[in-house]
């Protein structure tokens, strides 16, 4: 009997166990579906655990970025087929390509924006710059009034003639007395090339002769305001240039600058490189409005059919007006008024890196543009001292200057290669006659100098001619430099006079 109930207990937990097994089964699987939260680890388990998190993050970075270096492969690929000079099948990469140009030559982008370009710029490295044609006409604007102007313009156009590699027009509003001078200049100087054109500053006087100025240049100085309506309506853009520039580069990088104005910008000018605009110069110092520091007018960049379609002449007298009304009058003459523009609209300005206008003025800060950047492009002497201006490397600026001003400019009558100019049969027969000389000669010296047309300019120093009734007139006619030519004036009026002179006849100004 008692082993029947041990064999009926052991089929009935062998029954069970069959029943149970597939249930439990069933819950695990059911269970592990389900998310668990997870106890909290250890602190050796939770290292182990970020470590392995890292490293799956790490890896699928360097995945991300290998896509993105197969997508610039590709992208560059696509580029070199393309032709460089179509930017309409990659709008993006030239867009971006710009700012990265804009960036990293005017510096005014913050870490990360530099960052960004630098990236973006790994796409439009293939893109091309936009550069100024070969043989495409350069145009320059100045406004030169009187002798010491007249002298002063002649070292700033050799500067641009030595560096230029483009054809220029040169676009003067002058007075009677400089367009008499350099018109001379000009046609016996024949640089192959070089066009010039002049403007009637009398004619002008009237539209800025109603605004009072302080500054030494005069009613002249105030004349660049009217430029849209004195150059030619057809003129489209004009780099507009002080007397007391030089310039140590090609101008053509200058004029490059043009293809950078975006939207409404419609004036290419530096910061000025004092504290003028700020209003912290002395006690009471009270300058007009201006952006920030403000900018200095000695280079401009004008695009004069976008300022003619903003009415540019109603914009800046309306500003002017309003302005003299508590001003009274302008210290910087025409810089004043374009500040003032620009502070209502903003939107104008395209700000050139300021190695486009390093300015020696008397309380000039321009030593940390000099110092941060490899090489300067204008030399601006925007001071009365000019020359004499103190600062500590004002004998670098100065020897730069004197280059210019003792070079010799018959030098720059050279054609520019491969751009057809018209023809000066004045040039073209002097030419033909020296090459018919005997270089072997040992007269050639004396017999070219028969031949060769010098430069002359006429009146170096103030001048006012008066023919005398008795016709009794003496003209000396001397090759002299300025320092010798005194002394020989100073030597003739002793031998003649027997008496000590009160001053120098010749004193340049």
């Given at each position: 009997m008692l082993g029947m109930w041990r064999g009926r207990r052991k089929l009935l937990v062998a029954s069970l166990a069959l029943l149970f097994i597939p249930a439990l089964t069933w819950l695990y699987l059911s269970v592990g579906s389900?998310?668990?939260?997870?106890?909290?680890?250890?602190?050796?388990?939770?290292?182990?655990?970020?470590?392995?998190?890292?490293?799956?993050?790490?890896?699928?970075?360097?995945?991300?970025?290998?896509?993105?270096?197969?997508?610039?492969?590709?992208?560059?690929r696509d580029l070199s087929r393309t032709p460089?000079?179509?930017?309409?099948?990659?709008?993006n990469s030239d867009h971006h390509g710009n700012q990265t140009r804009n960036h990293s030559e005017e510096g005014t982008g913050d870490n990360e924006g530099q960052k960004s370009a630098a990236v973006?710029?790994?796409?439009?490295?293939?893109?091309?710059?936009?550069?100024?044609?070969?043989?495409?006409?350069?145009?320059?604007?100045?406004?030169?009034?009187?002798?010491?102007a007249s002298r002063d313009v002649v070292t700033l156009v050799k500067s641009v003639l030595f560096h230029r590699r483009n054809p220029l027009?040169?676009?003067?509003?002058?007075?009677?007395?400089?367009?008499?001078?350099?018109?001379?200049?000009?046609?016996?100087?024949?640089?192959?090339?070089?066009?010039?054109?002049?403007?009637?500053?009398?004619?002008?006087?009237?539209?800025?002769?109603?605004?009072?100025?302080?500054?030494?240049?005069?009613?002249?100085?105030?004349?660049?305001?009217?430029?849209?309506?004195?150059?030619?309506?057809?003129?489209q853009r004009v780099i507009v240039l002080d007397t007391d520039i030089t310039f140590a580069t090609d101008i053509a990088e200058l004029w490059a600058v043009f293809h950078k104005f975006k939207g409404q910008q419609v004036l290419g000018l530096v910061e000025n490189q004092s504290?003028?605009?700020?209003?912290?110069?002395?006690?009471?110092?009270?300058?007009?409005?201006a952006l920030g520091r403000g900018f200095n007018t000695g280079v401009i960049l004008l695009l004069l059919d976008r300022l003619r379609k903003l009415r540019w002449e109603q914009m800046w007298r309306l500003t002017a007006e309003r302005e003299l009304m508590s001003m009274l009058s302008t210290s910087l003459a025409d810089q004043d008024i374009f500040n003032a523009v620009i502070k209502q609209n903003p939107f104008l300005i395209h700000q050139l890196p300021c190695f486009w206008n390093v300015q020696l003025s008397d309380h000039t800060r321009s030593e940390k543009c000099y110092k941060d950047v490899s090489d300067l492009k204008v030399i601006h002497w925007n001071s009365p001292k000019k020359l004499r201006v103190?600062?500590?490397?004002?004998?670098f600026f100065r020897n730069l200057y004197l280059t210019f001003l003792e070079y010799d400019g018959n030098l720059?009558?050279?054609?520019?290669?491969?751009?057809?100019?018209?023809?000066?049969?004045?040039?073209?027969?002097?030419?033909?006659?020296?090459?018919?000389?005997?270089?072997?000669?040992?007269?050639?010296?004396?017999?070219?100098?028969?031949?060769?047309?010098?430069?002359?300019?006429?009146?170096?120093?103030?001048?006012?001619?008066?023919?005398?009734?008795?016709?009794?007139?003496?003209?000396?006619?001397?090759?002299?430099?300025?320092?010798?030519?005194?002394?020989?004036?100073?030597?003739?009026?002793?031998?003649?006079?027997?008496?000590?002179?009160?001053?120098?006849?010749?004193?340049?100004?």
């Open positions: 389900f998310q668990v939260k997870p106890l909290p680890l250890s602190p050796l388990e939770a290292q182990s655990s970020m470590a392995v998190g890292r490293r799956g993050e790490q890896k699928s970075l360097e995945l991300r970025v290998r896509a993105v270096e197969e997508e610039n492969h590709a992208l560059r460089r000079s179509s930017p309409a099948r990659h709008p973006v710029g790994n796409r439009s490295d293939c893109v091309q710059q936009p550069m100024v044609d070969k043989c495409e006409t350069i145009h320059v604007a100045i406004v030169c009034a009187g002798y010491n027009h040169f676009h003067f509003i002058t007075d009677s007395i400089a367009q008499q001078i350099l018109s001379s200049l000009f046609h016996t100087w024949m640089v192959p090339a070089v066009k010039v054109d002049f403007y009637d500053a009398d004619e002008l006087k009237s539209e800025v002769s109603w605004i009072p100025n302080k500054h030494y240049s005069g009613i002249y100085g105030l004349m660049k305001l009217v430029l849209t309506k004195t150059l030619p309506s057809d003129l504290d003028w605009y700020l209003g912290n110069l002395w006690k009471n110092h009270r300058p007009w409005p103190k600062n500590k490397h004002v004998e720059l009558r050279r054609e520019l290669f491969g751009c057809p100019s018209e023809a000066d049969h004045n040039s073209e027969n002097l030419q033909k006659t020296l090459s018919q000389l005997d270089e072997d000669d040992p007269c050639y010296e004396f017999r070219r100098e028969r031949f060769t047309v010098h430069r002359t300019h006429l009146y170096f120093l103030h001048y006012e001619y008066e023919p005398s009734t008795d016709n009794t007139d003496v003209t000396l006619v001397a090759q002299l430099s300025m320092d010798r030519y005194c002394s020989s004036i100073q030597q003739s009026f002793l031998y003649n006079t027997k008496r000590q002179p009160n001053k120098c006849l010749c004193s340049q100004e």
